[in-house]
């Protein structure tokens, strides 16, 4: 079986949205004595009977919707389903069983847990079961809300959509994607209008930027510094010959000074300023790639250096005080000036031009007003990185606001729950400083971060407008229960592997979209498939009614 889940699964999501919530509850606590799931183990699961009880005691403890699910009557379902599992006897697959009546109770169990979970709003939530099949096999069956649906829902792939807009962007103001997983840049047509599109939330991971906060300051304080005095010390007290002392103490302490000197040298100096002013502004131009070209390219290679100090005869004859020499200057470098780092890190920049034209051709010109209007295609987009809230979507915030709300289970009551609690928007410094026009594309397969974003984005006002079809509905939170009451993510009783979000979530209007999705405020007739076989095979001539829409929209703002 297939299944569709979105990721949204990052903790960060915590830092981000959470909000110290007031102790409550909806109904008394439970007072009977009720076994945390985590401790359930294969020897409490002997049958088909025992599976449905532990599947029914999780999700009884766990899951976050029972009170906006009032249709689903937990209750009721065990009541019902409890005689249904208690007569399919093969779990234990004795051989006084046949494999067609294995295979046949396996196929009931399916049909079971289907007609239980499909009800299931919560878009993220999945459950993967292991049921026999036969005297030796198991087999894994993946349930989720929503999977008796048969409507078929038609959406334009990521890798279409790059094809069919690539010949529609200024390419000297293009952001390409460095595995065509991105796409920015002005329309051709329409050179006012700013297109951006990614297929999933990775850009905190694949193109953001980032520095430490120092580099190369020869710290002598540090026990990883490496001195003349320590060099010179190690080897009186291990060599004899004075010739190859003294050639060993200068080749040494001239490897030791060649790097320092570096590190000293306006090259590297210029650098580590340019890095200082766009960890300031974020600014990626030509004088920031260049400082950055010419530091890598005069800075010693450890490991080339260390080789051809290796080979001097001197050092071949002492092993033991080159492997310690070896181990020293590394930890000098390492430790004690960041050396290594400050390299890596930018390589990271001049090694991928994608992250340079993101900065150069999307961030830069967006903090300085140059984009006015902007079309964020988010179709197709599942989520990805909670982190991304921080990394993207805030430089489109431009007040504070409430974008949703968000609860969590108060303890294992199916009802009992903590107050709703406020998500909030925050400028910050990375955002644009006044409004623009910003109209955000949506369809059925945008979830999880892309709903968030778009909750984030409809907070800040009028002049954020979506377009499109309804979203996934996949706006509930995931994180680590250990810390909450609600969700779970992990095996229970070796046979149940569970994918349940530890929050339930509400738009800003107290409404809950979880399996229904936003509603655009324009929204479109459903996509077709001779619309994506057109798209596929006509892409520079192929009308896509959507980003027409959107286009439309911006051109009359």
Known sequence: MKTKKYNWTLRHFFLLFLVLFISGSCVEDVTESTKEPTRYTASDIKSYS??????????????????????????????????????????NRDKQYTKAEISDDCNKAIEYFTEIIDPIIDRHFYVKISLPVSHSYFKSAIF????????????????????????????????????????????????????????SFTISNDYIVSFGDEYLVIDDKSP??????????????????????????????????????????????????KIENFKQSETIDESFVEALLKAKK????????????????????????TKW????????????????????????VINN???????????????????????????????????????????????????GYQRFKEDNNPFSYTPWTPCMTKPTDIGIKKEIPVVILLDKNSASMSEISTLMLKSQGKHVTVVGHYSAGATAGLGDSDQFNGGLRGKVG???????????????????????????????????????????????THIDRTLKQAVEILTNN
């Open 298 to 321: 005069n800075a010693p290679n450890i490991n080339l250096e260390l080789l051809q100090l290796s080979g001097l005869e001197e050092f071949k004859l002492n092993p033991n005080y």
């Open 353 to 403: 031009q994608y992250k340079i034209d993101f900065y150069k051709n999307f961030l830069v010109p967006l903090k300085n007003g140059d984009i006015k209007k902007i079309i964020l295609d988010l179709r197709g987009n599942g989520g990805g990185m909670v982190l991304d809230a921080r990394t993207f979507t805030d430089r489109f915030i431009t007040k504070d606001a409430i974008f």
């Open 50 to 91: 025992d599976l449905f009880d532990v599947f029914w005691n999780t999700m009884n403890q766990k899951y976050n919707y029972f009170y906006e699910q009032s249709s689903l009557n937990w209750e009721a379902i065990y009541k019902e389903y409890t005689p249904k599992f208690k007569e399919l006897k093969t779990f």
């Open 144 to 199: 989720y809300g929503g999977m008796k649906s048969k409507d078929k829902i038609y959406a334009y792939p990521f890798d279409l959509k790059y094809e069919y807009m690539k010949s529609k962007i200024q390419p000297d103001t293009g952001v390409f994607g460095h595995k065509n997983d991105m796409l920015g840049g002005f329309l051709s047509d329409n050179p006012d209008i700013y297109y951006f599109g990614f297929k």
């Open 224 to 273: 990883y510094y490496l001195t003349g005095k320590e060099i010179r010390d190690t080897i009186e007290a291990k060599i004899k010959d004075p010739a190859v002392k003294s050639v060993l103490i200068e080749k040494s302490i001239e490897y030791i000074d060649k790097f320092n000197s570096f590190m000293m040298s306006e090259i590297a100096q210029d650098a580590i300023k």
């Open 494 to 540: 070796d046979y149940l592997e569970f994918y349940m979000p530890l929050l339930a979530m509400q738009d800003a209007t107290h409404t809950v979209i979880e399996g229904i999705g936003i509603k655009p405020d324009f929204l479109m007739e459903p996509l077709t498939e001779e619309e994506i076989y057109e798209m596929a095979l006509s892409p520079y």
């Open 325 to 348: 020499f070896k181990q020293r200057s590394t930890e000098h470098l390492q430790l004690a000036c960041e050396y290594t780092v400050f390299l890596s890190d930018i390589d990271n």
